[in-house]
């Protein structure tokens, strides 16, 4: 099984900073990919960045210049630096995994819990 845990989410005001982190733990033995999503209120879930092996990163175009994604491999530990937020910001931040572990070893999908972000003031 595999635990992804996020921390960093909180209430920031707009042009503020967040730095969201996102730890994996458990039987993996290959990670392809990590990453974020967000989901807005009333809103579908969608892509904010993106790590892949041999890929490096990838934005989505209304995060691009603001927010930055890096990678810990040695800690599975995901990052988020996210810069100058604006309230359309405002989401539940997912962290994402994809790799195989003992259980299943072949490529798989994993999902953290979320955590909150509100840009307001």
């Known amino acids: 099984q595999v635990q992804l845990v996020e921390s960093g989410g909180g209430l920031v005001q707009p042009g503020g900073s967040l730095r969201l982190s996102c730890a994996a733990s458990g039987s993996i033995f290959s990670i392809y990919a990590m990453g974020w999503y967000r989901q807005g209120l009333g809103k579908q879930r969608e892509l904010v960045a993106t790590f892949a092996n041999g890929a490096g990163t990838n934005y989505a175009d209304s995060v691009k210049g603001r927010f930055t994604i890096s990678r810990d491999n040695a800690k599975n530990t995901v990052y988020l630096q996210m810069n100058s937020l604006k309230p359309e910001d405002t989401a539940v931040y997912y962290c994402?995994?994809?790799?195989?572990?003992?259980?299943?070893?072949?490529?798989?999908?994993?999902w953290g819990q979320g955590t909150q972000v509100t840009v307001s003031s």
């Open positions: 994402t995994l994809k790799g195989a572990t003992s259980r299943r070893p072949y490529e798989s999908d994993y």
